[in-house]
């Protein structure tokens, strides 16, 4: 006999989303987090169509209470600081969804956590998993070990990994496929008081482009707080140092309108490095298990897109796990659906952002050659990706740039 119906390793947004679901629906669910929260997290530039996921989890008045950056835009600046005209959401999508957030993440996860607490998961911080517990193939728990060194184990009929980028399921099984071209290095760091732009544009998100495709990200957010950082190619990064801190300021001097936003600001607190983050699983579920969120795959910060595909991962699997439970098949298969749907909505984000580090490819330049693809694009861009036909899209990037081959894995492990 199980203890509970499912055990979730991992309480960031993909685990208390697939938490909080699985919980309304009756099950008995136990969500374990290594964490106290809340802890610093990076990504905090939401897409607009998170805004379903928050509707069905029901904390969208929360969410409008915490008071974050409205998020209206995504604008683009050009290497010699020459802003483009924003992408306004609310041009395409007549919906309240059309205004996002720019979210501070320790507050945001933890009232996502909360959530699934407060629908009836039970929770348990500062308790890491170690392993997985097995029966011949399938997986039936996880070994837990608290904060004090005591291990324990714990038994489910289904196990699901939301362990983010420790991905310990992947590890445990090498199943780590890296996306070789789109490895990139990031730097970032905090800053207190630097420029906002005025009005609609207070909170957009900037993307601010480098040499050789590298580019800064730059997220207001509340408290007057920006979240400053830079994506490039580690020969380009680490040319002449290796020191973070160093890195950050030779760069700033290379975007005008970076050293125009950042100059009258102050940095604060640590400068975060990361790299070898493009990654998916080789499989998204075996027997017993299911894997979700950053710990089933990662792109590229880019567009925004990991919150989302936390929340949409964690949502699509919770509803493929009730009906495994409900029919008693919770063997590899019963996810097949779910690998396909995930893995075709990365794909479509996967194509645009390979496009955006082609030199020869930029947004301006797809539109003005296929004016009536603009809303099509812009639905890739928000998240509005099920139920819609991207191949004329695909089509028109691919003849500005060489779209990626699909990547033959992600689906659910075959018996
Ligand atoms: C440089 C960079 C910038 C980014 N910027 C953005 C952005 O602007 N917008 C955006 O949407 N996304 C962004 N992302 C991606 C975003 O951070 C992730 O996609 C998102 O946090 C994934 O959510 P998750 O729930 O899958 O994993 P996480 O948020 O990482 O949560 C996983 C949780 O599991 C816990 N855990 C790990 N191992 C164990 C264990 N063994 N036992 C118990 N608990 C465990 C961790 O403590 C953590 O709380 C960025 C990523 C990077 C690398």
Not at 170 to 184: G, T
Not at 261 to 281: A, D, I, P
């Amino acid at each position: 006999m199980s203890e509970y119906d499912t055990i979730i390793i991992g309480g960031g947004p993909a685990g208390s989303t697939a938490g909080a679901l699985l919980a309304e629906k009756g099950r008995k669910v136990l969500i374990l987090e290594k964490e106290k929260f809340p802890r610093y997290h990076v990504g905090e530039s939401l897409m607009p169509f998170c805004y379903f996921t928050f509707e069905r989890l029901g904390i969208l008045d929360m969410l409008n209470e915490r008071a974050y950056t409205n998020k209206h835009s995504v604008q683009f600046v050009t290497k010699d600081g020459k802003m483009s005209a924003p992408f306004y959401f609310f041009q395409h999508l007549d919906h309240p969804a059309a205004t996002t957030w720019q979210v501070k993440r320790s507050e945001f996860d933890e009232l996502m956590l909360d959530n699934a607490r407060s629908k009836g998961a039970e929770v348990r911080e500062e308790t890491q998993v170690i392993d997985f517990i097995y029966e011949g193939e399938r997986v039936v728990g996880v070994t837990a070990k608290t904060k004090g060194g005591e291990s324990y184990e714990l038994r489910a009929s289904v196990t699901v990994d939301a362990s983010g980028r420790d991905a310990l399921f992947q590890s445990k099984r090498r199943w780590r496929k890296r996306d070789p071209m789109l490895n990139k290095i990031a730097i970032w760091t905090l800053f207190k008081g630097a420029k906002r732009d005025p009005g609609l544009d207070e909170g957009a998100t900037t993307v601010a482009y480098l040499d050789n495709r590298g580019w800064f990200w730059n997220i207001p957010m509340k408290d007057d707080i920006v979240s400053s950082g830079i994506v490039a190619e580690r020969d380009y990064l680490y040319k002449d140092t290796r020191d973070p801190a160093a890195i950050f300021k030779r760069e700033i001097e290379n975007n005008v309108w970076i050293k125009d936003h950042l100059s009258c600001g102050e940095q604060f607190g640590e400068y975060w490095v990361t790299g070898e983050y493009s990654y998916r699983s080789e499989h998204c579920a075996a027997d017993g298990v299911v894997l979700i969120g950053d710990a089933f795959a990662f792109l590229d910060p880019v567009f925004s897109s990991g919150v989302f595909l936390a929340l949409k991962s964690g949502e699509m699997a919770a509803d493929a796990i009730d009906a495994s439970l409900a029919s008693g098949d919770v063997s590899a298969s019963a996810f097949n659906a779910y690998g396909e749907e995930l893995c075709s909505a990365i794909e479509t984000m996967r194509s645009l952002v390979y496009a955006f580090y082609d030199n020869d490819f930029s947004f301006g330049k797809l539109i003005r050659k296929n004016g009536d693809l603009r809303g099509t694009l812009t639905d890739c861009l928000i998240g509005d990706l099920a139920d819609k036909d991207f191949e004329p899209l695909m089509k028109a990037v691919g003849e500005i740039t060489k779209l990626p081959e699909r990547l033959p894995y992600g689906r659910a492990a075959s018996a």
